[in-house]
């Protein structure tokens, strides 16, 4: 089960998931090995939980199987010189796992809320990352991640971070052709849709599996608690 995957070092959390079949690529276990966790979360001694985690301002940090079954499932979009939206970046951690994966492309974060954004940058600069944020490799922007970011649209791959009552249009728009997206959908009840765009520019939608996920909202209704 995920939430027996936590270890005691990040090699020891991406061995475990790895055993229980959740990291199934050899390409998703060497971008999650180069990021270390502990630099993107606020107690390092929980770093290695397989558990979602307090960022502040109301928002969280995925459990790392939720990252890994992400990846997996948008890994076939996912290479050289590709295009990537994660919406709800808050601490930067996928993002920095995303690089790893699109060598020479883009990864976009957007976050509503602005503290959050200061603090992935930060992180990520810690995490060696300082000049896949110079050279636009990786940009990370304060913004209504419902909207998707129009300015670096279209993307191959965008990944959700937070739950939305319905699919948003505007990340169905944004998505290239073709291109996939992975998002939680509901609100008490939620499954998580795989939303795949093909060539011809036809969307069909697929769900994977439930889930719990905080809503995707506005920052000022995630600050007072939704």
Same mark, same amino acid.
């Not at 052709?177 to 939680?184: Q, T």
């Given at each position: ?7 005691? !070092? ?155 009552? !319905? ?60």
């Amino acid at each position: 089960m995920a939430w027996r995957c936590s270890g005691r !070092t990040n090699a020891d959390l991406i061995t475990n998931m790895h055993t229980a079949q959740i990291i199934t690529t050899d390409r998703v276990d060497e971008a999650m090995t180069k990021v270390d966790r502990a630099n993107y979360v606020i107690h390092k001694s929980e770093a290695y939980d397989d558990s979602p985690q307090s960022i502040g301002h109301g928002a969280t940090i995925s459990a790392p199987h939720m990252h890994a079954h992400a990846i997996e499932h948008l890994l076939d979009y996912l290479g050289p010189g590709k295009r990537v939206l994660d919406v709800g970046s808050g601490s930067g951690y996928l993002c920095a796992v995303l690089h790893h994966l699109v060598p020479g492309g883009v990864v976009v974060g957007i976050d509503h809320i602005p503290e959050l954004v200061d603090w992935s940058k930060a992180n990520l600069r810690q995490d060696g990352l300082g000049f896949a944020l110079d050279n636009g490799e990786i940009v990370t922007v304060t913004g209504d991640g419902r909207q998707g970011y129009s300015d670096l649209a279209q993307y191959d791959a965008i990944h959700v971070g937070a739950a939305a009552p !319905t699919i948003p249009q505007q990340l169905v728009d944004q998505l290239k052709s073709p291109g996939r997206m992975f998002i939680p959908v509901g609100t008490f009840a939620q499954q998580i849709t795989q939303v795949d765009k093909d060539e011809n520019g036809k969307v069909t939608k697929k769900n994977l599996m439930g889930v719990m996920y905080v809503p995707l909202t506005d920052a000022e209704r995630q600050r007072r608690g939704y």
